[in-house]
């Protein structure tokens, strides 16, 4: 029998990466390149934020995830989750790498810090991340 005891780690989410990854809009049948984060954030960029699950992107992919090949992904919305635009008949819902520059902004106007020298370590270090997702930056809120 195990006990459980929460992570030390578990609630220590200031800081997170920032990522593009490829996205299969079932919706409209396209394929976009959108940023997620690694863990919900903190502070106000957590009301632009959706947990959506991503399918495989070609019956070729090995299956992923604990959800026969569903992964769950924390998505960056250019909406706020809880407006009218928020809604996948929305082709702009997510934003995506061409976003890059307003999301920095959007951090740097609200308490947020991208963490340059972490971000230039890991991207040396070439740590392998899941399928084919890119980080763009680590970010911290202050």
Do not use: W
């Not at 800081?15 to 593009?20: A, D, W």
Request: net charge positive; proline share 8%; with cysteine.
């Amino acid at each position: 029998m195990y006990i459980m005891m929460e992570s030390p780690f578990a609630n220590q989410n200031k800081t997170f990466v920032v990522y593009v990854e490829p996205f299969r809009n079932n919706y409209y049948r396209t394929y976009q390149n959108i940023l997620t984060v690694s863990v919900k954030p903190p502070g106000p960029l957590e009301a632009m934020i959706k947990e959506i699950s991503f399918e495989k992107l070609s019956p070729f992919e090995k299956p992923g995830g604990l959800n026969g090949g569903m992964i769950c992904s924390h998505v960056i919305l250019r909406y706020p989750r809880n407006s009218a635009n928020s809604s996948l008949k929305n082709p702009d819902m997510y934003m995506t790498a061409d976003d890059i520059p307003s999301l920095l902004s959007y951090l740097q106007e609200n308490n947020y810090e991208v963490d340059t020298s972490m971000t230039k370590m890991l991207l040396k270090s070439r740590i392998p991340t899941m399928d084919n997702r890119r980080m763009v930056c680590m970010v911290k809120h202050l």
